[in-house]
């Protein structure tokens, strides 16, 4: 919406039926949510390295201590297949579990809600992708999410993305069944995050916010927390990228995530999220914030023309000195300002950093009309256009 046009109030709707639990120390509260649906509960996570081993433990030791069973499936991956699903559903379904809790960054969220459908439904959670006839119901498992990063939202949306490999398809269930019952957001467990996860993981905050912002299916709710979400980027992820153990810029950006989520349960994402869903898709080995930095220039010099005022706006958040200059001139700015951002977060990077091979490049770019984010983005997109863009992302200028 554009309050400067003095168009007329649009209906909209807004949900989110997650109660959030945020700041630190709040891990603490963990049994006594888990309790709230019985004393037995899966926990699914990544597999153990050093910097988690504490953190297991921890958990693990919380929720004993006050006699509740944990049974922990640590095989999450990134880009999550359709397998390691089917194997955690397995042992949920083996041991009996009344809850699922997903820690870590949004592959064991998504793996954890994805797990949650497959153990109370029938067949593999792949039948129950948003665009199938069969959508998860009230059975699915409760949820409770523990982020461990700061990027993908994935503990207030709806939204549960998997990979199926012999399809080359990343897809996502979408059902408000699968909005995690508690979500508890504690910075602290954030803080031994790598600079270079920070970095991709953060990017995708912005990535959320702006495209949110962009979208015309956003709100004035929605644009409100997309700004703030903005401006706290802009702000901190530097600082967080710069020295992980600074917990006031860890506490804001993960303030800054949850604001992300929330805008795009609500309003969705546009182009560069289908391209980069595409992109998983074919190429499992990339990180989602990597995909999104590596075609996001190309996508905003493409763009920022139909969207002068909004691409204004963020501009003079990352530089307040275009407050005095035209809109026209401000908008343009904001594609050197995430190009420099990029390079201030050191993720300035292209397709062929990627190992993605030039030849791949026009299936890459027809895949990304599967999924119809790209219909959200105020300049649409065809399969030629995308080609072009995604040449244009393939190295850096």
């Known amino acids: 919406m554009n309050e ?50 504490d953190l297991y433990l921890r958990i693990k030791s919380i929720l004993k201590n006050k006699g509740i069973k944990v049974t922990h499936f640590d095989q999450v991956i990134p880009n999550p297949t359709v397998e390691v ?33 497959e153990v109370s439904h029938q067949g593999s959670c ?20 523990i982020p ?17 490999p012999k399809e080359k398809y990343k897809s996502a269930l979408f059902n408000s069944n699968l909005y995690p019952k508690i979500s508890i957001i504690d910075p602290e467990l954030v803080i031994t995050l790598p600079s270079r996860f920070t970095s991709t993981t953060g990017f995708d905050v912005f990535a959320h916010s702006f495209e949110s912002y962009i979208n015309p ?3 004035p709710y929605t644009d409100l927390m997309a700004l703030e979400a903005i401006r706290i980027v802009a702000h901190y992820l530097p600082q967080a990228v710069a020295d992980g153990r600074n917990i006031k810029a860890r506490y804001w950006m993960a303030w800054a995530d949850t604001l992300a989520g929330l805008c795009i349960a609500n309003s969705g994402v546009t182009l560069p999220h289908g391209i980069s869903m595409a992109m ?62 990029l390079k201030k977060i050191r ?28 219909k959200n983005h105020p300049r649409l997109a065809n399969a030629e256009e995308i080609n072009k863009l995604l040449q244009q992302s393939y190295q850096c200028e």
């Open 4 to 53: 400067e046009k003095g168009e007329d109030m649009e209906k909209f709707n807004y949900l989110q039926p997650t109660e959030i639990r945020f700041g630190q120390g709040r891990l603490e509260e963990v049994a006594e949510a888990v309790s709230r649906y019985g004393r037995n509960c899966l926990l699914v996570t990544v597999p153990e390295i050093p910097e988690f081993t």
């Open 85 to 117: 699903v089917s194997k955690g559903a397995k042992l949920a379904s083996e041991n009996k579990v009344k809850s699922v809790i997903g820690m870590g960054g949004g592959s064991s969220m998504d793996t954890a809600k994805a797990i949650a459908v």
């Open 126 to 145: 792949w039948n129950y992708l948003f665009s199938s006839e069969k959508q998860p119901t009230e059975d699915t498992l409760p949820i409770i999410a």
């Open 148 to 164: 461990t990063t700061s990027g993908t939202g994935s503990h207030v949306t709806q939204v549960a993305v998997v990979t199926n």
């Open 217 to 219: 299916n956003g709100s």
């Open 280 to 341: 998983g898709g074919h190429f499992p080995h990339i990180a989602h914030g990597e995909a999104l930095a590596a075609v996001y220039p190309a996508i905003m010099r493409y763009t920022y023309k139909t969207s002068v005022y909004k691409f204004a706006t963020v501009a003079r958040i990352f530089d307040p000195s275009y407050e005095k200059k035209s809109e026209e001139e401000s908008a343009e700015r904001a594609c050197k300002i995430i190009d420099d951002f």
């Open 347 to 374: 993720l300035r990077i292209s397709l062929k950093d990627l190992n993605v091979p030039k030849q791949a490049i026009k299936e890459l770019a027809e895949a990304s009309l599967v999924l119809p984010d790209y």
